[in-house]
Each structure stands twice: as structure tokens, then as C-alpha cells.
């Protein structure tokens, strides 16, 4: 039955139907072969399942409050605060890029929208100052990962959805991972820019710095109220996601100005697209989940794989093999969706904190969302940039080389993942 499964969804994609015609037809496809005794509403029972949780309202939220600030003037105001202070050091720029993706990452909660945001600007800031054109664009494809690790990423809502684990914790333990991230980017760009003898860039003046930091302030007041509320126990993630629409509206329809009311249809078009896209992914991954929960299937793969008595170390590792493997060919959300009911059951029975999984999860769809052959953010840099997609790849083995030591770290130190909570 797993190869009539997965056989079905591999030839519905060569046959160029988008992810969630596989993710829902080849459940029902062997589910009327291998159960005729099932009732098919079951099924479509379950795909409305997978859409009715409560905490699914902090999807749309989350990524509108997002839209908004795009359409706005947000990214250029963080990457002229950061800039100020750190772009006249040796590698500056390159850090000013990881530091504004971080940001941003932290209101956009989605690594392909960073890419937009912060890439278009920064990419002509780092052309100017030296960058080859393909070192830029790795940075800023590896450096906008960020986005899935710290709140509010929507690979951590995913997981959370499928898992049943705290949407709210996840986002606190996602923290350290995504600063350290930052922290490692910033080191090799710093010593790239010195190998490469990167020109330096004039230095600020702190009237300038004054004035960058006054523009940004409430841009970077974002981030603090999702986290800071959230943390305190004020309220919860969906509660989060409202609130971050309303700031998001008064901060460029009220008080910047940059967003006209009129916009507000159009950008709310464009975020019911995207979520109907991730909604109809969500409750494909019901059925698929619920199929293969019904047949035993994680039990019998996590036997085949994983052993009879495997220990805590030893899954991580293959589960970050696997999720970094699945996300190199497909989105992210997918593959969260797919295989995280396959082998939660198998690190909860090994011991593994089920937060720690999940960051440990969602750093891989972070690392896969910018590996070739397939990652997601190579594409959207390739369309955002208009460049080929081997001028976009060229720059990314340093990078991708340097999140695989940190998921070394983070498997081995779950610490890193439960030190805030």
C-alpha cells in the first residue's frame, strides 16, 4: 500500500498537478483499492478535520499583517536602521542583510516573503558595495531561513497543527536557534568580506543613526509584541496574529501613510490566495496522515527504520535526514504535513521533547527551503532577481555547509530549543 501511495503522488506530480492534487487524490485513490469497507466520507470527513482548528485563524492573520507591511515601508526602514550602525564595518552590508532578514523574519513568519522584502532592496546595496552577485543571493536565500525558525513562522504553526504541541512555546523555543543562525551568518560574512578585501563603506554619524533608529522604531515594535506578549502569557499565538494585523494597519495606513485604504482589498486578494493554498495543503495532510495512521504505516516504517529501541540522538538524525531530503524537492509545508505524523509517534516513545522535535524539524525545512535541487526560496529568488538558477545556486554551499553544523548542535543539545521555556 506505501508504494501504490506514494507511486500515485509521484506520477501525479510528473504530470505537473500542483502538490495538493497528489496530497489528496492518492489517499482516496488506494483507500477505495486496499479498503473498499471504508466509508468514503470518512475521508472527506477528515479534510475538513484538518482545516476546523481554532488555532489555524493565525495563518491568515499572520501572513496579512505581513502583506501589509511589505506593501508598506517597513523592510527599508529596518535595513536603514541596521545599516547605520553595522554597514561601515568590515562585511557590513552582508550582515546588515542577515540582521534585517532576521527582523523581518520576525514579522513575516515566511522565508519566501523575507526573500521579497528584504532581497530587492539589499541586493543592490550589496552590489554596490563590492558583492558579487552571487554571493549576494545565497546570503539573502540562506539568511531569510531565519523566517521559519523565530515567530511567527509558519512552519512552526504547521507542526504545532499536526503535532498538538503549543503553538505559543514553539515560537519561544524557536528564539535561540534563529539567532544563532544570525550569529554564525554574520561571523563568515565578516570573514568573507576580509578574504575578499570587501570595501568599507562610510560610517554613519549619530545624528543619522538617531534619525534611522526614530523611522524604525515601530517597525521593530512588531516583532516585541508578538514575542513579548506571547512570552508573558498576555495572549495566545491567534490572539498574537490579530493584534499584529491591527499594528500592521495603523503602522502604514495611519501613521506612515504608505498603505492607502483602497490597497486593502487587493492585499487582502492576495493573502486569501496564499492561505486557501496552505488551507487546502492542511487538509490534504489530514487524510494522508489519517490513511497512513490507519494502516499502522509509521509503526511498521519507524521498526524498519529506526529500529525496535532506537535512541533519542539516533531519531533526530534520521528525522533531519528525511525533512531535510523531503524539503530539497518539496514546499516545506508539505513535508511537515507528510511525514511529521510518521515520526512523532517514534521520538515520543524515545524520549525526544516534542518542542525540540519540532524545532529540530522545522531547521531542516529551513535548510531545504534554500538547497538545490529544488528549495523553494532558490525559485523565488530566481523570478524576484531575474537571474538563472544557476547564478542563484552558485553561492550556497558555504551557507548550506554552515546550518548542517548547526543542526549537528541543535541534535545534540536540546538545550538550545528548551532554554527559554
Known amino acids: 500500500m506505501v508504494t501504490a501511495l506514494l507511486g500515485i503522488m509521484v506520477v501525479l506530480l510528473l504530470l505537473n498537478f500542483p502538490m495538493m492534487i497528489p496530497l489528496i487524490v492518492a489517499p482516496f485513490i488506494v483507500a477505495m483499492i486496499y479498503l473498499p469497507n471504508l466509508d468514503p466520507s470518512i475521508m472527506v470527513g477528515q479534510l475538513v478535520t484538518g482545516i476546523e482548528s481554532y488555532q489555524l485563524l493565525c495563518v491568515p492573520l499572520f ?151 526614530k523611522k524604525a522604531i515601530l517597525p521593530l515594535g512588531f516583532p516585541v509584541v508578538v514575542i513579548g506578549g506571547i512570552y508573558t502569557g498576555a495572549f495566545s499565538a491567534t490572539e498574537a496574529a490579530a493584534i499584529s494585523v491591527l499594528y500592521a494597519l495603523i503602522l502604514e495606513g495611519v501613521i506612515y501613510r504608505s498603505v492607502h485604504i483602497k490597497q486593502i482589498p487587493q492585499i487582502a486578494l492576495s493573502t486569501g490566495l496564499v492561505t486557501s493554498a496552505v488551507f487546502v495543503l492542511v487538509a490534504g495532510g489530514q487524510v494522508f496522515s489519517f490513511l ?97 538558477y544557476l547564478d542563484v545556486i552558485r553561492g550556497t554551499p558555504p551557507y548550506i555547509l554552515i546550518m548542517i553544523g548547526l543542526s549537528v548542535l541543535l541534535i545534540l543539545f536540546e538545550e538550545l530549543s528548551l532554554a527559554l521555556l
Open 63 to 213: 501572513i496579512f499583517a505581513a502583506d501589509i507591511m511589505t506593501s508598506g515601508r517597513t523592510s527599508n526602514r529596518l535595513l536603514d536602521f541596521v545599516g547605520s550602525f553595522i554597514g561601515h564595518i568590515r562585511g557590513g552590508y552582508a550582515v546588515t542583510t542577515a540582521a534585517a532578514c532576521t527582523i523581518f523574519g520576525a514579522i513575516s513568519g515566511s522565508t519566501q516573503a523575507t526573500v521579497v522584502a528584504i532581497g530587492t532592496p539589499m541586493r543592490k546595496r550589496l552590489l554596490k558595495a563590492g558583492y558579487k552577485d552571487s554571493s549576494a543571493m545565497a546570503l539573502i536565500i540562506n539568511a531569510s531561513d531565519v523566517a521559519l525558525l523565530v515567530p511567527p513562522s509558519i512552519g512552526l504553526i504547521m507542526y504545532g497543527l499536526v503535532s498538538g504541541v503549543s503553538i505559543g512555546d514553539l515560537f519561544i523555543a524557536g528564539i535561540i536557534p534563529g539567532l544563532l543562525v544570525f550569529l554564525a551568518f554574520s561571523i563568515y560574512s565578516i570573514i568573507y568580506a576580509k578574504v575578499k578585501n570587501i570595501p568599507l563603506t562610510k560610517k554613519a554619524t549619530w545624528l543619522e543613526r538617531l534619525n534611522a533608529f
Open 292 to 388: 497512513i495512521n490507519l494502516e499502522r504505516i509509521p509503526h511498521m516504517l519507524s521498526e524498519t527504520v529506526l529500529g525496535s529501541d532506537p535512541s533519542a540522538i539516533y531519531v533526530l538524525v534520521i528525522v533531519a535526514v528525511f525533512f531535510f531530503i523531503g524539503c530539497m524537492f518539496v514546499d516545506p509545508i508539505v513535508v511537515i504535513l507528510v511525514l511529521t505524523p510518521i515520526f512523532l509517534p517514534a521520538a515520543q516513545a524515545a524520549g525526544v521533547d516534542p518542542i525540540h522535535l519540532g524545532i529540530v524539524i522545522t531547521f531542516q525545512a529551513a535548510l531545504g527551503s534554500a538547497t538545490p535541487p529544488f528549495g523553494v526560496d532558490i525559485f523565488t529568488a530566481s523570478a524576484v532577481f531575474n537571474r538563472p
